[in-house]
């Protein structure tokens, strides 16, 4: 069975920082590409960044140079560092596996999420 554990979310102001963990359970962690997503209200998810197992990361032009994405394949966590956080990061955050090329979720399988809020 697979379990997505998103956490880290929480009130940030305009320029700073935080860190969201997920930690996954189920899934053939070290062999997958993995990815955030963000959800904001009344919206599909998009995908903000993944992790190809061989190390390669892919960030979306928004969050690019802001935002990295890192995995530790021995406690199966993926990571996201968010830094010059903007308004426009507040959103649900969730990760999945990626489909490496088209860069989709491989399943729809998707944990709870965890909750960024910013404030000016």
């Known amino acids: 069975q697979v379990q997505l554990v998103e956490s880290g979310g929480k009130l940030v102001q305009t320029g700073g920082s935080l860190r969201l963990s997920c930690t996954a359970s189920?899934?053939?962690?070290?062999?997958?590409?993995l990815g955030w997503y963000r959800q904001y209200p009344g919206q599909a998810r998009e995908l903000v960044a993944a992790i190809h197992p061989e190390g390669s990361e892919y960030t979306e032009r928004s969050v690019r140079g802001r935002f990295s994405i890192s995995r530790d394949n021995t406690q199966q966590t993926v990571y996201l560092q968010m830094n010059n956080v903007q308004l426009k990061d507040a959103a649900i955050y969730y990760c999945?596996?990626?489909?490496?090329?088209?860069?989709?979720?491989?399943?729809?399988?998707w944990g709870r999420g965890t909750t960024v809020i910013v404030s000016s």
């Open positions: 999945n596996t990626v489909q490496w090329v088209a860069l989709v979720p491989l399943t729809n399988n």
């Open positions: 189920g899934i053939d962690f070290s062999g997958n590409s």
